[in-house]
């Protein structure tokens, strides 16, 4: 019985060849997929393993072709030398080669480009991750565990690295995971004049983050800042910034009804700037948020910022934002950044919003701690590159 292994790419190929290495009688005993690893292992090709036999014990002459194995007997030793020969040849041949290899390798670790080896590496497991449909059996990439870590959500996590991997560029994979991750922000360009008003939970910073604004805008660019208060709830919750407009020698509304939103605006004409407080509203009561909607419809406001906090558990910041949604708001602005120490909320944020970012505020000290940020900041933020103190 003779019994030979063929590692072919189709089961033609392996046909013909033990058709004429083992002869018409030959049976196929098995076959399997394997894969042969491609250059430093990345792109590996499926290729068939398949075994086949022939009995020869009927007909040895018919399989005695070039390719069959030459009989070993004493009278033949001279064949046998040569075999031996070419054996230690062989052998050492592939020795060199193990040699050579290794020092290859050796050469591009010590002259700094293990980064690509690394990279190689990085970009077979996301492939893998990707092209898997059971990603948590995989082993996560080195990216995808510093998504994870950032608490960005796994969506978002698998858009990224689609991105990276559609990135055809000549850059390295750390900028293009940076540049993946720009795609989600977008900052606001928003000219800011008129009317701004700002919604959100209750908590979140919205009446500290307008008395951060009004000083910037009236203490530094030395604009005509007024300010003015939705409180339908009469909770008091205005004192706070009353105390800032006094403080800022700012005019001051309290508007309880529609009627007096309009004359409020009204009284504030010769303003360059006027910043809208509204008290927060819970985003599961539509009631609530649709008696809002008619104030905030009322101020004709083109510069509606939803305010929204960092530290806001993923699985709620979906729901605030679909609450506030029907407030047509066009900015977000993110604050406490400096309560939380993973960013990843905030791609989370303005991914599901799909609103740019206006601004960030880092702290509760009036007027200092509110800035804008580039996508770079940010980027750099969510890596854990950079800290925000
Ligand atoms: N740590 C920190 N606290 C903040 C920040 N912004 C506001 N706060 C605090 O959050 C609390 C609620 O703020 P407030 O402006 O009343 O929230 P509002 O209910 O949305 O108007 C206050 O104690 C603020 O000092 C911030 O950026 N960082
Ligand atoms: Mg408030």
Redesign the pocket.
Same mark, same amino acid.
């Given at each position: 019985m003779v019994v030979k292994k063929y590692i072919v790419k189709s089961m033609n190929e392996a046909m013909a060849k033990i058709k004429y290495d083992l002869g018409s009688d030959a049976v196929i005993i098995s076959q399997r997929k394997v894969k042969k690893r491609g250059i430093l292992g990345i792109f590996s090709k499926k290729l068939i393993e398949v075994t086949a036999a022939v009995d020869n014990s009927k007909d040895t002459k018919k399989r005695e072709n070039i390719y069959s194995k030459p009989q070993y007997t004493e009278e033949n030793s001279d064949l046998n030398e040569s075999v031996e020969a070419l054996k230690r040849a062989m052998k050492k041949h592939e020795e060199t080669t193990k040699v050579e290899k290794r020092r290859v390798l050796e050469d591009v670790k010590s002259s700094g480009e293990d980064r690509i080896l690394r990279e190689m590496e990085e970009m077979k497991k996301l492939i893998g991750n990707i092209s898997s449909s059971n990603a948590d059996q995989e082993e996560k990439s080195e990216i995808e565990l510093k998504l994870e870590e950032a608490d960005i959500n796994e969506g978002y996590i698998k858009e990224i690295v689609k991105n990276i991997m559609d990135d055809k560029s000549d850059i390295d994979l750390n900028l293009k995971l940076k540049s993946a991750l720009e795609k989600n922000i977008e900052i606001s360009k928003t000219e800011e004049k008129g009317i701004i008003t700002f919604v $959100?939970? =209750?908590?979140? $910073?919205? =009446?500290?983050?307008i008395a951060k604004l009004a000083g910037k805008f009236s203490l530094i660019e030395k604009k005509k800042v007024g300010l003015i208060t939705v409180d339908t709830y009469r909770i008091g919750?205005v004192e706070?910034l009353r105390t800032y407009a006094d403080i800022m020698n700012l005019p001051f509304k309290v508007v309880l009804t529609l009627k007096e939103m309009d004359e409020a605006i009204k009284s504030m004409q010769n303003c360059d700037i006027i910043l809208v407080?509204t008290?927060?509203r819970s985003s599961k009561n539509k009631m609530q948020i649709s008696e809002l909607r008619a104030f905030v419809s009322k101020t004709n406001s083109l510069n509606i910022n939803l305010?929204i906090s960092a530290t806001t558990k993923n699985r709620d910041l979906e729901a605030i934002i679909d609450g506030y949604r029907q407030l047509d708001f066009q900015n977000v602005i993110i604050?406490?950044?400096?309560?939380t120490t993973t960013y990843g909320s905030i791609i989370n944020i303005l991914n599901y919003a799909h609103k740019p970012l206006s601004y960030v505020?880092?702290?509760?000290n009036v007027p200092d701690?509110i800035r804008r940020m580039a996508k770079g900041e940010i980027v750099s933020l969510v890596l854990g590159e950079d800290n925000v103190c």
């Open positions: $959100g939970p =209750t908590g979140v $910073g919205k =009446t500290t983050t919750a706070q407080d008290t927060g305010v604050t406490k950044l400096d309560e505020t880092t702290g509760q701690d």
